[in-house]
């Protein structure tokens, strides 16, 4: 069994910050790409940022130098610093990992609940 745990979601106002935290526990065996993932109301989920385990980064066009992605493995934790927030960045964010669980030959995807980030005055 996988949880990922998103934290940091809240009301921010424009140009403000916000710092999302997720936490991947279980019989993790091992992880390889984790990721944030957005998705506002009416529109397909999209790609914000992902990082592997070896720190190699990748970030939707719409981050525009706005975000950071980082990543604790000793932890099973990925962070995503977002900065100059705006009105349009308002969605429910969910955390992403590419994983393998025990010592299954093979990677599974798996999503968090999400944590709604909310940019208004």
């Known amino acids: 069994q996988v949880q990922l745990v998103e934290s940091g979601g809240g009301l921010v106002q424009p140009g403000g910050s916000l710092r999302l935290s997720c936490v991947a526990s279980?019989?993790?065996?091992?992880?390889?790409?984790m990721g944030w993932y957005r998705q506002a109301p009416g529109e397909k989920r999209k790609l914000v940022a992902s990082i592997s385990s070896q720190g190699a980064t990748d970030y939707g066009d719409f981050v525009k130098g706005r975000f950071i992605i980082s990543r604790d493995n000793a932890k099973n934790t990925v962070y995503l610093q977002m900065n100059s927030l705006k009105p349009e960045d308002t969605a429910v964010y969910y955390c992403?990992?590419?994983?393998?669980?025990?010592?299954?030959?093979?990677?599974?995807?798996?999503w968090g609940q999400g944590t709604q980030v909310t940019v208004s005055s």
């Open positions: 992403n990992a590419v994983l393998r669980i025990d010592a299954r030959p093979y990677f599974d995807n798996y």
């Open positions: 279980g019989t993790i065996f091992s992880i390889n790409v």
